[in-house]
């Protein structure tokens, strides 16, 4: 399997990059939340768990419940996307698809596993075109072609088989119990389930999200899924292989089949579903080294933007801390470069040639900064070397997505970003839970009006680009120092971005760090939580030529720690219902 064996190679190949790195004092006190002046560079003692951060205490406890008895991170985290897909199925489930990260605190190595979805044999470039044109995305969306192959439980069977402590069926417990005897429902669910429209509002939500007096579910009432206790208890007995054959494969097919505007899925796309297990894409940051899973996750975009972060002219303005319009206007300017290179170049390596090395390129990522500052309007795409130059795309990347981050007692670590796309993705359920529309999250358009093909196009086994970018962060000699994540659509690198530099440059605390303003800049638009930044800052802003706009993207939902040397300063975002915890 590929992995990334980090203290075998980094002692020799960052010994010189770290001569001259500032390294930032260590802290300490006790507890999760901690306040902290800096992350410590070099722990006194291994990151240890447990420590589990995710987007919803029923999860959590899930998660900590199996590492009480012993279980390692990905078992734990098998466990918290079981109850995730129940409890939130606006983000995440069983019919979605996923990146996870894996750091073996044995080896080292860092593994970056790949559940992406993939789009079926019948696709065609033009999947999502009717009568000559594109479909309007919202129709996309709610038809039977969004769906692709779900890829989590696949996932999560290939990286529990490798790094699994427990049996495998010992897993879902949790899951199984609170979708037969019924769970709380959350207000942000509730709020979901209230939307007047859209994926909500199909013949399965209605179904699933009515009581029996003609009402809607609200905040506080009891929700119980038999199917899911069902489905769960299946994949407990059967393993994962049994979503992708027999009935609930059988299930999938019939639902994406249905009208309006079925889909082309069928039981042996299911069956030939294959995870992936990449090596991690790895760079140094600072005293750290910053790991994302490669293409066709958007990751290395987010290693362009802190490499961009670190020439000299970003690394001083950046220096003025989370109080400084200039630190923020540099953030801003970053971005736009970033998002500018993605769209252009990324896309799943094995259709299309992505310019990782190039992208990453010492002195073209000294280029790309140094147009920074005279930014006046959207960034244009640059040429890395080795790239080959795409039309733009027009993907969409809408809301309904999760990030869990696991560390268990022998410091072994997961940190995955988990989807089904948009809020309850395509609105089609089959066995309990909700199926993905990650299908539009290709380019509609194969090629541009003058026929130039663009990266992220449709095809028949492809993956789509994705911005899910799960972190783990370790120290120059391998050592866990911690990992985040984010859901956030597109704005996930601009959010974990966010993280990164509030943590590891700014000095604050991870809570702190986590619930800083938004600041999303892609093209022309600012889109910011316009009320966080205070008058003060959003003044300094505009005279920067920073003019802000209600952020349009899904909100952010941090999750994550560091290792402060002897205890986890852990985070949630306070824009959802998260919480971290430690024992």
């Known amino acids: 399997m590929p992995r990334s064996p980090f203290r075998p190679l980094f002692a020799a190949l960052m010994a010189s990059a770290l001569a001259g790195c500032q390294t930032l004092p260590a802290t300490t006190g006790p507890g999760v939340g901690q306040p902290a002046q800096a992350a410590t560079a070099a722990p006194s003692a291994p990151a240890r768990g447990p420590f589990v951060a995710a987007a919803n205490p029923l999860a959590v406890e899930a998660g900590l419940e199996v590492l009480r008895r012993g279980g390692s991170a990905v078992d734990a985290a098998v466990a918290i996307q079981a109850v995730l897909g129940l409890v939130e199925p606006q983000s995440s489930g069983l019919g979605g698809g996923a990146f996870l990260m894996v750091f073996d605190a044995d080896t080292g190595a860092v593994t970056a596993y ?13 999947l999502f075109y009717e009568n000559g044109r594109p479909l309007p995305f919202r129709d996309a969306v709610l038809s039977g072609r969004s769906t692709g192959v779900p890829g989590a439980v696949a996932m999560l069977g290939l990286a529990q088989k490798d790094h699994g402590v427990l049996a495998w069926s010992d897993l879902f417990g949790a899951a199984e119990r609170l979708a037969r005897d019924g769970f709380v429902v959350s207000p942000r669910l509730a709020g979901m389930i209230a939307l007047p ?11 699933y999200f009515t009581k029996p007096d003609g009402t809607r579910y609200v905040a506080g009432d009891t ?6 206790a069902q489905t769960v208890a299946t994949l407990a007995r059967e393993g994962a292989g049994a979503l992708y054959s027999g009935p609930l494969a059988e299930a999938i097919v019939e639902t994406t089949g249905a009208g309006p505007r079925p889909g082309g ?6 069956a030939a579903y ?8 790895c760079r140094p940051f600072r005293v750290y080294v910053v790991c994302i899973p490669p293409p066709p996750s958007s990751g290395v975009a987010l290693l362009q933007l802190l490499a961009m972060a670190e020439t000299p002219g970003a690394a001083a303005a950046l220096a003025g801390g989370a109080a400084s319009p200039e630190a923020w206007t540099m953030f801003a300017q970053l971005q736009r470069l970033m998002y500018a290179d993605r769209d252009r170049y990324v896309g799943d390596p094995a259709f299309v040639g992505v310019p990782v090395a190039g992208l990453l390129d010492p002195d073209y990522v000294a280029g790309r900064a140094a147009l920074a500052p005279g930014l006046t309007g959207a960034a244009e795409a640059g040429t890395p070397p080795g790239g080959v130059f795409r039309a733009p795309d027009a993907t969409r990347e809408p809301a309904g997505t999760s990030h869990f981050v696991v560390v268990d007692a022998r410091g072994n670590a997961v940190s995955m970003t988990t989807t089904v796309e948009s809020v309850f993705g395509s609105g089609r359920m089959a066995n309990g839970y909700f199926l993905n529309n990650q299908l539009t999250d290709f380019s509609f358009a194969p090629t541009t009006a003058e ?15 994705s911005s899910m970018a799960p972190v783990i962060l370790l120290d ?7 990992a985040l994540g984010s859901p956030g659509g597109s704005a996930i690198l601009a959010y974990v971005a966010k993280g990164l530099i509030g943590t590891l440059v700014w000095d604050l605390p991870v809570q702190a760090a986590f619930d800083l303003p938004n600041l999303v800049a892609s093209g022309s638009r600012f889109g910011a939580d316009t009320a966080r930044f205070g008058p003060t800052l959003e003044a300094g802003l505009e005279a920067n030529g920073i003019l802000l706009a209600p952020n349009a993207s899904e909100i952010s939902g941090l999750h994550g720690g560091i290792w402060r040397g002897d205890h986890w300063d852990g985070g949630a975002d306070d824009r959802r219902e998260g919480v971290a915890r430690t024992e």
Do not use: F, S
């Not at 790949?114 to 033009?126: F, I, K, L, Q």
């Open 451 to 465: 026929g130039r093909p663009v990266a992220n196009a449709v095809a028949a086994g492809k993956r789509p680009r």
């Open 265 to 270: 899925l069928t039981t042996a796309d299911l």
């Open 197 to 207: 429209g859209g994926q909500g509002r199909t013949p399965w939500a209605e179904a």
């Open 223 to 228: 929700l119980r899924n038999p199917a899911y």
């Open 476 to 482: 120059r000699q391998g050592r866990l120092v911690g």
């Open 114 to 126: 790949d559940g992406r979805e993939v789009a079926p044999a019948a696709a065609t470039p033009e």
């Open 274 to 281: 294959r995870p992936i297990a990449r090596e991690a894409l």
